[in-house]
């Protein structure tokens, strides 16, 4: 059975059926701008229709593939419909079992409990507790904020700039766009753009002393808080990974002080940085972890996990009515025992620094990449203005970011059949976030459409064809990647994670922020 509106040979990627495909495609988009919330995101910036999906690759209701670089916004761990998976999800469906029960004990959620608990830190695992809240992040982010204050009996929260813990209210105030601010904000430490100008460990140690004045200063106008929640890698804020000294720092300055330590690990966590969990190449151990997107193997999850002392809510204290999906918890356990049995984080850890090292020889060859950062599979490339003087010339400062030529290479890269996504504080920022079982030949792929889309840009030939001429233009205002020759390295990206003899797209399955 095909994808609805989708032909066999548009399914195929076959010649005959490009122009049926093309008018799908392309219908599909219009209907969704007319009757679609004007809040909508990455399909602005990415005018696909995807049909079909396998590891990493997607293929769009117009016949094209991609590479996916998105991966759900880091939750798709394994990529699309991976075979363990899907798997789990048909054993749950095929066995009778109910798939919603509210938060009444089952199997399917012990078999994820235990599981969970076995690739937490020991040390934080042998006391957790663990809520199982709304389905996506920004809820456990409200829960864990519920949690400190009611533990704590005290109400403000500590964040840092670039921050970024969902769209509720609660978690907005905590994030770096917050605009009401009921939070105090703590300068995040960074090299490239440093706040105190310095950056290294230099800077890394004046922003803890920062923190530290602010506590212990009786006139900083910041009373003693409920809880610090941070991020171990920035993502959201540009793939900024925090120093492991300094993320030791507050570890110490917050348990001297018995504020609870929140993490973050939305986005950093399931192997994602090279560590099953951010937190351990620091060595730390949080009070309370923040946990969604992979943890759900794709589908809606959201937990929060805490120190068992912190345990003094109600019944009922934090609630939902879709809190624990069956289906969700089912992917996940299959998710996590993979990830935890085939070293996929370590694997991520070794394949992001290659790909770092890569990126870096790109940028000494482009003035237009300002920096490249990122721990494991989390990457970042900033786009900054070449021709721009540094904001503060004697200091020899970064150059300002260019979200212009960030959105360009993205639009580059979607051409070349690459999908990737911007963050950043200015939108300036190129993420990677492939799923954890990119293979070294899918890598060399990504790294060379991303390669050529850099350099289409560096040379002021973004959105033109081999020919010159520009390319059609999409429905959403983006140049379309309808006539985009076939990428480099297709064939060995479409194949890389399948099976010897398998096609990347068997099967008629389908396949973000939180």
């Not at 090279?274 to 997107?293: C, N, Q, R, Y």
């Not at 002021?460 to 010159?468: C, H, I, L, P, Y």
């Not at 999409?474 to 990647?481: L, Q, T, Y």
């Amino acid at each position: 059975m095909g994808a609805p509106g989708v032909s066999e040979g548009a399914r195929e990627g076959g010649p005959g059926a490009s122009e049926g495909a093309r008018a799908a495609h392309e219908g599909i988009l219009r209907r969704q701008s007319a009757r679609e919330s004007a809040a909508r995101t990455y399909a602005r910036a990415l005018p696909i229709v995807p049909v079909r999906a396998r590891g990493l690759t997607i293929e769009g209701a117009d016949g094209r593939r991609y590479l996916d670089c998105l991966s759900g916004a880091g939750t798709l761990a394994l990529g699309h419909n991976h075979p363990v998976v899907l798997e789990a999800i048909r054993r749950v469906l095929d066995s009778g079992a109910p798939l919603h029960v509210l938060d009444l004990a089952t199997p399917v959620k012990d078999a994820f409990t235990t599981e969970l608990f076995r690739t937490l830190p020991p040390e934080f695992a042998d006391r957790a507790r663990v809520q199982f809240c709304g389905p996506a992040g920004t809820d456990a982010v409200e829960a864990a904020f519920k949690l400190v204050r009611a533990a704590t009996g005290r109400t403000g929260m500590l964040a840092f700039t670039g921050a970024y813990h969902g769209m509720t209210a609660g978690a907005l105030e905590a994030s770096g766009g917050a605009t009401e601010v009921r939070v105090a904000r703590l300068p995040y430490p960074q090299d490239y753009r440093c706040p105190f100008g310095v950056g290294g460990d230099r800077g890394a140690e004046l922003a803890a002393r920062w923190t530290e004045s602010v506590l212990d200063d009786s006139k900083s106008g910041v009373p003693r808080p409920a809880g610090m929640i941070l991020e171990p890698v920035q993502g959201e804020g540009g793939v900024i990974p925090a120093p492991d000294a300094w993320m030791r720092r507050m570890r110490e300055i917050t348990a001297s002080r018995s504020i609870p330590l929140i993490a973050d690990e939305v986005q950093t966590g399931v192997g994602r940085t090279g560590a099953f969990w951010a937190v351990e190449h620091s060595g730390i151990t949080p009070d309370v972890m923040v946990l969604s997107k992979a943890i759900g193997g794709s589908l809606p999850l959201a937990v929060v996990v805490y120190r068992d002392d912190l345990d003094v809510w109600q019944p009922g204290a934090h609630a939902g009515t879709f809190r624990g999906n069956q289906l969700a918890m089912a992917a996940g356990t299959a998710t996590l025992a993979y990830v935890r049995e085939n070293g996929l984080a370590e694997r991520a850890g070794t394949l992001g620094a290659h790909m770092l090292a890569q990126l870096r020889k790109l940028a000494d060859e482009f003035p237009c990449i300002g920096d490249v950062r990122g721990r494991g599979l989390m990457i970042g490339v900033e786009l900054v203005d070449p021709e721009a003087a540094a904001p503060h010339p004697a200091a020899d400062g970064p150059r300002p970011a260019a979200p212009e030529l960030a959105a360009a290479v993205q639009r580059e890269c979607l051409r070349r059949g690459l999908i990737v996504e911007l963050g950043g504080r200015h939108s300036s920022v190129v993420r990677l976030l492939p799923p954890l079982t990119i293979s070294d030949e899918q890598a060399t792929a990504v790294l060379d459409r991303l390669a050529d889309a850099v350099g289409v840009v560096a040379r002021g030939d973004s959105g033109r064809g081999g020919d010159g001429t520009r390319g059609g233009e999409g429905p959403h205002g983006v140049d379309s990647p309808r006539g985009a020759e076939r990428p480099r390295g297709a064939d060995e990206a479409r194949h890389a994670d399948e099976p010897r003899g398998e096609g990347v797209l068997r099967g008629d399955g389908p396949g973000l922020g939180r």
